[in-house]
């Protein structure tokens, strides 16, 4: 490719809207546009990067075993309807209608979409374990887009989801995966560490994140210098109550008059805010698996579910409920469940009273959650007090340490968290019907690129790591449209170069040397090759890695061995 038929619009200035380096360099660089917030244009060189990336992850995913497909971005809303999630998303899905009326979400994850595919088309055993993934846009109304490509609206994710007749089988694909993204990552040049990770609005019991390190990153990693523990503090971390304008709850329970919040209790009983909901919570076991309440206390409910660490909560009719219990409508409290509880002979039972009105538990809707399932797994309590130098709790000799990462991978066990929602079923081996066991997995395609800027810049710019550089290698010719022999030589060079397999970025514009290798250290590029009247003279080329300090004179047998 040759510079002066390249779209390549370079910035000298550093954007006053950009605060990480990633974001000024990408911008600078000619790599990426911003259209609005959140939402970016992949200028030539920039997809090119991002092009890169898509390709090992999808080596990856092959050699693992999954298979390719592509889902659309917009999605029926009925399927969130089915899964609850419609209600319990939030604003950071955006719904919009179509001209009949009808709700429809872009996606911000496909759960829903490949459970409905999956409920469709599978129907025995034979067909399991499957893998699918697709590498897609998705769409995420962040409250506070920023950093560029790192937190944006609209991104890319690779995301794949896997299928199960048993426990098994799911934990023998995650952790196929698992090893997968750790190829991933390592092949993109990225030093990284997987860690226990909570399971958010996905939600599902076993779950890992992937960090990239860097100290711009939104997370605190707390790890041991010893073992291979590492935590997102997050899990550990006490949620902030929610208070009625937070975007969490559903629009229009949000701010809503006449609903108590936890606080306002707090205040009138003089205790805090946590021991408001402990006293509401009514034990009937010390480890309970549900937690029911009704609908017009959700904000309550969310309140709850943020004290005890959790914000996945599914939303059951209050039929639902009362199938599940097996109790009559409007029941009064746990004294009143049957024992042993209908649902699941070894299920304990956690009653959320409806303190609002003073009312007991009855009405239109239950809120509900699996509490082993739905809740994060209980920590080392002394996770987010961690202090620098800490004891390892999982190893007698390390030591803690807390560095920043940015989340650039996500891998879940779902279970039938969604399968049993949408009745994903199969026939087992036994020739019953069953519902199977699903796992997704996620990579933020497109923040991995801001996210690995993060990690390889210097002064003068980018520096990519081999296997996600635009171009391999970058040459310079000197006054290229003064001398046709430079430009010539110039030419031959890339042509070698090519024929070899690598993709070479030739800079034949008619600009001054030091704009020429300013635009060259700008874009990271891992080789430069620079070409002037005075090395042709010499018949050598002077040479310099991205990230060397010095020049090196060789000779164009040199050039050819160094570059393979
Ligand atoms: P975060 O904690 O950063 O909000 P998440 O936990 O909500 O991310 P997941 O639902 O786990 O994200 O999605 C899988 C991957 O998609 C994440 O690991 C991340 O790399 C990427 N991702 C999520 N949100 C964004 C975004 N707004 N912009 C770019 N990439 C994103
Ligand atoms: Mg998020
Ligand atoms: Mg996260
Ligand atoms: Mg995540």
Not at 456 to 484: H, L, Y
Request: proline letters at 5%; hydrophobic letters at 40%; glycine letters at 8%.
């Amino acid at each position: 490719m040759r510079a002066s038929q390249f779209f390549l619009p370079t910035l000298k200035e550093t954007p006053a809207e950009a605060e990480l380096i990633s974001h000024q360099l990408l911008l600078r660089g000619g790599f990426i546009r911003r259209l609005a917030s959140g939402l970016y244009t992949w200028l030539p060189l920039g997809l090119r990067v991002l092009r890169k990336v898509e390709g090992v992850v999808r080596e990856e995913m092959e050699r693992a075993g999954a298979q390719e497909v592509l889902m659309p971005v917009v999605q029926p809303a009925e399927l969130w309807q089915e899964s609850g999630r419609w209600e319990l998303y939030g604003p950071e899905l955006l719904r919009l209608k179509d001209r009949h009326q009808r709700d429809f979400c872009l996606g911000p994850t496909h759960e829903e979409v490949i459970s409905d595919l999956a409920r469709r088309e599978i129907r025995s055993y034979r067909q399991l374990p499957l893998n699918l993934y697709q590498v897609q846009t998705k769409f995420r109304d962040e409250i506070r887009p920023r950093f560029g490509l790192m937190r944006a609206r609209e991104f890319i994710m690779k995301d794949a989801y896997s299928f199960h007749i048993d426990q098994d089988s799911l934990r023998a694909t995650y952790q196929e995966m698992y090893d997968a993204y750790r190829n991933i990552f390592t092949r993109l040049g990225l030093e990284f560490r997987a860690v226990d990770a909570d399971t958010g609005a996905i939600g599902g019991k076993a779950s890992h994140e992937f960090h990239v390190l860097a100290d711009s990153g939104e997370d605190a990693i707390v790890h041991c210098s010893a073992c291979d523990y590492a935590a997102n503090q997050e899990l550990a971390r006490s949620r902030p109550l929610l208070d009625s304008s937070d975007p969490l709850l559903p629009a229009e329970q949000r701010a809503t008059p006449g609903i108590r919040t936890v606080e306002d209790q707090a205040k009138v009983l003089g205790i805090s805010p946590a021991q408001v909901v402990k006293s509401l919570l009514v034990f009937a076991d010390d480890k309970p698996t549900l937690l029911l309440l009704r609908g017009d206390d959700e904000l309550n409910l969310i309140k709850a579910a943020r004290v005890l660490d959790a914000d996945t909560l599914r939303l059951a009719s209050a039929e639902e409920t009362r199938e599940l219990l097996g109790v009559p409508f409007g029941f009064l409290g746990p004294k009143d469940l049957p024992a042993p509880l209908p649902i699941v002979a070894d299920q304990r039972v956690l009653v959320l009273r409806n303190f609002s009105t003073g009312a007991n538990i009855g009405g239109q809707h239950w809120l509900h959650l699996n509490w082993e399932r739905d809740l994060p797994r209980p920590q080392a309590a002394d996770l987010r007090n961690v202090q620098v130098g800490d004891a390892c709790p999982h190893c007698a000799t390390g030591s803690l340490g807390i560095r920043r990462g940015i989340e650039v991978g996500h891998v879940f066990q779902l279970g039938t968290r969604y399968s049993e929602k949408l009745g994903v079923r199969v026939l087992n081996e036994a020739g019953k019907e069953q519902v199977v066991l699903m796992g997704c997995y996620g990579i933020g395609v497109s923040r991995i690129v801001a996210a690995a800027v993060e990690q390889n810049f210097d002064e003068r710019g980018i520096c990519w790591p081999a296997t996600m550089a635009p171009f391999d290698v970058g040459i310079v010719a000197i006054q290229a449209k003064k001398s046709p022999t430079v430009l010539a030589a110039a030419e031959a060079m890339m042509a070698r170069l090519e024929a070899k397999g690598l993709q070479v970025f030739l800079d034949d514009r008619d600009e001054r040397p030091g704009v020429q290798f300013a635009t060259m250290d700008l874009i990271g590029l891992p080789h430069r090759l620079v070409i002037s009247e005075k090395t042709l003279a010499q018949n050598l080329w002077e040479y310099r890695g991205r990230r060397d300090s010095e020049n090196h004179l060789i000779s164009e047998a040199e050039v050819l061995s160094i570059l393979q």
